[in-house]
Every structure is written in C-alpha cells, then in structure tokens.
Nanobody, 124 residues
Framework: QVQLVESGGGLVQAGGSLRLSCEASGRTFRSSAMGWFRQAPGKEREFGAAITYNGVGTLYADSVKGRFTISRDNAKNMVYLQMNNLKPEDTAVYYC?????????????????WGQGTQVTVSS
C-alpha cells in the first residue's frame, strides 16, 4: 500500500509561483513513475506532468509546458511540482499519483495510487 500526502498549495496572484510537494510512503515509490494531475471546479481531472522512476524522463501537458517543472528525490520519497508564471486558469485541486510502472504517460488509469489533493488558487 502506498500513501501520498500533498502540500504547498495556496493562494497566489497571477504571475506568481508555488512549489507543490508530495511525500510518498511505501516501497514501490522508487520503482514507479510519478504524476501530477489537477481538477478545476466543474471539470474533469486532467494530466499535468509525469516523471520516470529514475527522474531522467519528464512529460508535460501543453497547458503547463515551459511554466511547470516536475522533479523527484528518491532518497526522501518526495516528488515536487514547481509552478511559475501561474495563471487564473491554473486554479484547481492538484493531485500527485504513483504509476503502476516505471514509466507512465498522461492516462489516469496508468496510476495506481492517488493523494488527497492540495488546493491552488490563482487570482487575477
């Protein structure tokens, strides 16, 4: 069983930055890809970014590419999402997720475990 706890969300003005953190428990973390998803009010959950088990490969949704950076520290069982130049449309609950395998893409069914989410609100 894997447990995930996100932190770092909050309220920020447009153009600002936030860094989300996700702490994972469980032995599968280091062999699993990780992802960040988000869900805005009234919308479906959407993919944001993913990183391979060893941190070498990353993948981003077009909506966040060039502004967000995903990273991980396997020694600490942590995954991060650095978010720069935030826009009001980035407002959502952000979730981290553990993938079923060492490499994963944007499909939600590639992920086995999910955190409870952290709220990010960007004001205009």
């Amino acid at each position: 069983q894997v447990q995930l706890v996100e932190s770092g969300g909050g309220l920020v003005q447009a153009g600002g930055s936030l860094r989300l953190s996700c702490e994972a428990s469980g032995r599968t973390f280091r062999s699993s890809a990780m992802g960040w998803f988000r869900q805005a009010p009234g919308k479906e959950r959407e993919f944001g970014a993913a990183i391979t088990y060893n941190g070498v490969g990353t993948l981003y949704a077009d909506s966040v590419k060039g502004r967000f950076t995903i990273s991980r520290d396997n020694a600490k069982n942590m995954v991060y999402l650095q978010m720069n130049n935030l826009k009001p449309e980035d407002t959502a609950v952000y979730y981290c997720a553990v993938a079923k395998f060492g490499v994963a893409g944007p499909a939600a069914d590639a992920y086995a475990y999910w955190g409870q989410g952290t709220q990010v609100t960007v004001s205009s």
